[in-house]
């Protein structure tokens, strides 16, 4: 907690005496280097990594550990917990600076194999610039290609050490990768995470933690129209558990919680149904709201609707909230002060619904900065997913500059 805070400080007071015109051959590298950024994107996204899909997560790793080795880091795969799908790609290099740094993105995204052939990869214009459209494009394929490209902008005496981890879970909580950030942000000066920022663009003041919510209905089969009433309805039963629960989502800022799946074994239209299993969204702002929601939802559905009907709760905490800290105001002090420079400005957005891999970063209460990905809009779309490639410079030279004063 001591080393936070004097980090904090120390970043506070290099704002007060930053110059206030950028580094012109830094931007200058990074404007020329946006090309480049873009080709690497294409080339991401046109490699579909669904959370799960073990064939594209080769591939992307295979690629990712290809174009870290070739910039001259040591790379590691890790295997993550449990049954989780693909390798985390780690890379290292080893500086002549004073910082310990380590940047974070994940390679897979929301859409599974055959959303690329719906959506490829396409640049359109529009009245703020060209952008790129594709599946994961903004989420978080942006955020990865920012990283290989602001490498190219580094030297060694920008860190005492840099490290860049790239998960395949994210998508689905990092379940499985989740304890293996927090251990690699141990130690670190600060974590810099690219997940992808909005338009206009901004930093996160907290993220909300992201949580399952699975009910499982058993109920009795019969003929749905010889006999319904000998049977037990399951999905009758799933409509009054979704009825029940529906004024426990509190609204925007807030503890968010909907149901979002109906799995149903074997449906058939002439059978009442025996089985269905309702898996619920549950965002929390903080780890204080977590039991008594589960208390709440377990006295909403303590009788079934139905004689006989059993149902089962289980609520699984996945990923903690993240919240911004002392030190970590200080890191996004910082950035804003860095955009400044370039004529451009960084909002500070109020606590999102969204949830993030800096959650598990801060848990080993270092400074943590998100949302150093690329602007864009659409994310979890099936066609509309797109990033802004004006911005592309600024990104760059926001994460190459924010790199070197910390690694510095």
């Known amino acids: 907690m001591k080393s936070a805070l004097v980090a904090a400080m120390a970043l506070m007071a290099t704002s007060v005496w930053a110059a206030p015109k950028p580094d012109a051959a830094l931007l200058k590298a990074a404007t020329a280097e946006a090309p480049a ?22 591939a992307m790793g295979q690629l990712l550990a290809g174009r870290l080795t070739a910039l001259g880091g040591t790379v590691e795969r890790v295997k993550p917990l449990g049954d989780t799908v693909g390798d985390i790609i780690v890379a290292r290099w080893q500086g002549k600076g004073q910082g310990k740094i380590l940047l974070i993105a994940h390679m897979d995204t929301v859409y599974q194999r055959g959303a690329l052939a719906r959506a490829p990869f396409r640049l359109a214009g529009s009245p703020q610039g060209q952008l790129a459209y594709g599946p ?78 699975t009910v499982s209905i058993k109920g009795k089969s019969a003929h749905a129209g010889a006999a319904p009433e000998s049977g037990i309805n399951a999905l009758a039963e799933a409509a009054h558990v979704i009825a029940a629960t529906r004024d426990l989502d509190q609204g925007p800022g807030k503890l968010r919680f909907n149901w979002t799946v109906v799995n149903q074994d074997r449906g058939v239209r002439n059978i009442i149904p025996d089985s269905v299993t309702l ?62 420079r370039l004529g451009r400005k960084l909002i500070l957005r109020p ?27 659409g994310y979890h779309t099936t066609d509309a997913e797109y990033v802004y490639l004006h911005a592309v410079p600024s990104r760059l030279y926001l994460a190459a500059s924010l790199i070197r004063r910390l690694g510095r």
């Open 37 to 58: 950024l873009t080709a690497t994107l294409q080339q991401l996204v046109e490699i579909e990594t669904g959370t799960g899909d073990a064939a594209g997560m080769t």
């Open 136 to 213: 994961g494009v903004a989420d978080d394929k942006g955020g990865i290609a920012l990283i290989l490209h602001a490498l190219t902008l580094l030297s060694p005496r920008d860190y005492a050490e840099l490290t860049v981890a790239i998960n395949t879970d994210e998508e689905r909580g990092s379940l499985g990768s989740g304890p293996i950030i927090t251990e690699l942000s141990k130690g670190k000066t600060a974590v810099l995470s690219f997940e992808p920022t909005g338009y206009p663009e901004s930093l996160a003041n907290g993220m909300s933690g992201t949580n399952t919510v």
């Open 279 to 340: 898996i619920g969204d549950l965002r929390i702002t903080s780890m204080t709201e977590f039991e008594p929601f589960k208390q709440a939802l377990a006295q909403r559905l303590a009788a079934p609707s139905q004689p006989g009907a059993v149902v089962t709760v289980d609520v699984r905490l996945n990923r903690p909230p993240f919240d911004v800290t002392p030190a970590s105001m200080a890191l996004i002090e910082e950035a804003q002060a860095t955009y400044a």
């Open 351 to 377: 606590r999102s619904g969204g949830g993030t891999d800096a959650a598990y970063a801060a848990l080993a209460g270092v400074p943590v900065l998100e949302a150093l990905g690329l602007p864009g809009a």
